[in-house]
């Protein structure tokens, strides 16, 4: 049976990258032993060296029957692909959360899980545009929104082993459809990437030297790996095309202003964004609370 508590609990995160690794230093001293899956011998050997986890594998068939709680840190595509070995590889009961930038496809892959595998999905809003267990930091998560979405068949002590484990990394717990949080995420960090990647496109070498914070800002998400991003991207297509569908009209109204030298019209443009920003971070603010 399930732990009812975190500390009693033995963890094993699969990936030990930036979100994995991060959230081994995290859960430290609070489970009863973090444990590290990872396919590349050298990362394996690594966390243990550094102390990240207590022990760890590169076979899962070792790694996944020792756990109560199973963290799927790996690319949405790769998660994907593991989902239906989890049946094979999981005899007892485990809670199983992941931690890919879309839900909807592995949430429904989810569902088709036996029942003594208590899956949710999930998803944090924090991270880093450098990867690998070289970067990771124990507070990473801190103050993060952390979305989740339990599959039709798991139970409430699963969602609160869940919570508990969020909470612990120091994030806030927020509970969305999967379909909600793909639609919303592709314009809050999908569509920017891809924006950023465009930006980066767009100037050449020669204006190097005129390279400032505002680009360097702009433009960060373009230095994100694409082997990170591209499973990301197709599994929410039709969300990101909607949300860039939106984007164009903005920015047409933009260059609009700019052709007529409308100088009130482009002034009113700005304004407005301006005030749109302020509240939308105003309510971020104020849903972590």
Known sequence: MLPDRLEDARVV??????????????????????????VDPEVAVQAKAQ?????????????LPLADVIVLALPVGVILEMIPRLAELCTKPVVVLDLGSTKGEIVAAFAQLPAHIQAIGGHPMAGKSVLGLAN????????????????AHCDEQAVQLATELVQTLGAVPLFLDPQEHDRWVGGTSHLPYILSSALAQTLPLEVAAMIGTGFISTSRLAQTPSSMMLDVLLTNRENILEMAENFKQEFQAFTEALEAGNREGLQQLLDEAARQRARLLQAAEEAKQ
């Open 13 to 38: 995160i699969w990936g030990l990258g930036l979100m994995g690794g991060s959230m081994a230093l995290g859960l430290k001293g609070h489970c009863l032993e973090v444990l590290g899956l990872d």
């Open 51 to 63: 102390n990240v986890v207590a022990r760890a594998s590169i076979h899962p068939a070792e790694s």
């Open 136 to 151: 990771a930091q124990a507070d990473l998560y801190q103050h993060a929104s952390f979305m989740l979405a339990p599959a």
